[in-house]
């Protein structure tokens, strides 16, 4: 069974927490750590297969702390991590331009391709969560981006989520599967 490594990071104020509660399915989580500063949540999904090879797999998803001042902690975080998932607040300005630094520290610097990152534009209810006014700058444009509002359609998210899980699972057992090959010719 598979087991990936997906990190939840953002600016604060974002609501990466509740939506890794949410992206997670936490009516079948449980909290494995509450650690300072990031908590992790485990679970197995059996409708998530290795190119639809037999049995589901394990994920562990990692909700790290967004305050700047856990920043020396970040490396650690990010070890053997095969997917980020970027959140913030869509009505909030600062935010988009927090998010480069994000990129650039979970994802560029980590060599994860651009298909392992997830954006996730958190927008608060009644905020008229305007979706297509959202213009990201470059490299940031070429992800996969998804609207929520957890409080009004929990289940768009989850949803999508389910999608990118299935393409970082994917993934993996393509490189797993190019190794033994390498490894046997």
């Known amino acids: 069974m598979l087991k990936a490594k997906i990190l939840f990071v953002g600016p604060c104020e974002a609501s990466a927490s509740q939506s890794a509660e949410i992206t997670g399915m936490s009516h079948r989580t449980q909290p494995t750590a509450l650690l300072f500063p990031f908590r992790i949540l485990e679970f ?22 967004g305050d700047a001042k856990f920043e020396s902690c970040w490396p650690a975080l990010m070890k053997d991590a095969h997917g980020v998932v970027i959140i913030f607040n869509a009505d909030i300005p600062s935010h988009r331009k927090e998010m480069e630094m994000w990129y650039s520290c ?5 060599s994860l391709q651009d298909t392992q990152c997830m954006l996730i534009a958190h927008h608060k209810p009644g905020s008229g969560d305007d979706k297509g006014s959202l213009s990201l700058s470059p490299p940031l444009n ?15 998210i989850r949803m999508e989520f389910i999608k990118y899980l ?8 393509e490189s797993r599967d190019r190794e033994e090959m390498s490894i046997m010719t």
Not at 56 to 64: M, Q, R, T, V
Not at 106 to 110: D, L, R, S
Not at 142 to 156: A, F, G
């Open 44 to 65: 197995e999904n059996p409708h998530v297969t290795s190119n639809n090879k037999g049995t589901g797999c394990e994920f562990e998803l990692w909700d790290c702390g």
């Open 106 to 110: 979970f994802v560029q610097q980590q």
């Open 142 to 156: 070429k992800l996969k981006l998804v609207h929520s509002n957890l409080e009004d359609d929990p289940e768009e």
């Open 166 to 173: 299935k393409s970082i699972i994917n993934s993996m057992s």
